[in-house]
């Protein structure tokens, strides 16, 4: 049996620790918490924190290339910047929601939907 306390603790430090920053530093925190957890459900909840990183800057970085090609266009940038507000909200929303998942519910792994998942 696994303590309640920790699996909570340990699998909202792995979601929320993208609020910490979208750099690679907060990344660092579910991986650590992979390697040093022996409780399998936190061990997928940072599994799929690190997913949700990975797809976060792959839909950032696609982003970013948007606005650097098209920058200089004003008709993109309407569209690109409602698009990056929405990608913002997306975000924030998404790693919340996982938050209460894991509050109410600790002992089922969260899953984020509609994400690539590498690990």
């Given at each position: ?67 650097f090609l098209f920058g200089w266009l004003v008709l993109p940038l309407l ?41």
């Open positions: 049996m696994y303590d309640t306390d920790k699996r909570k603790l340990l699998s909202a430090l792995s979601h929320g620790a993208i609020f910490f920053s979208t750099t690679l530093v907060s990344v660092g925190v579910p991986i650590a918490i992979l390697l040093v957890s022996d409780d399998p459900v936190v061990k997928e909840n940072a599994k799929e924190s690190i997913n949700f990183h990975f797809n976060v800057w792959f839909y950032g970085a696609i982003l970013g290339a948007l606005f569209l690109l910047g409602p698009l990056a507000g929405l990608g913002y909200l997306l975000h924030w929303g998404l790693t919340i929601w996982a938050l209460i998942g894991v509050f109410s519910n600790p002992d089922i792994p969260f899953r984020y939907p509609y994400i690539f998942r590498f690990l």
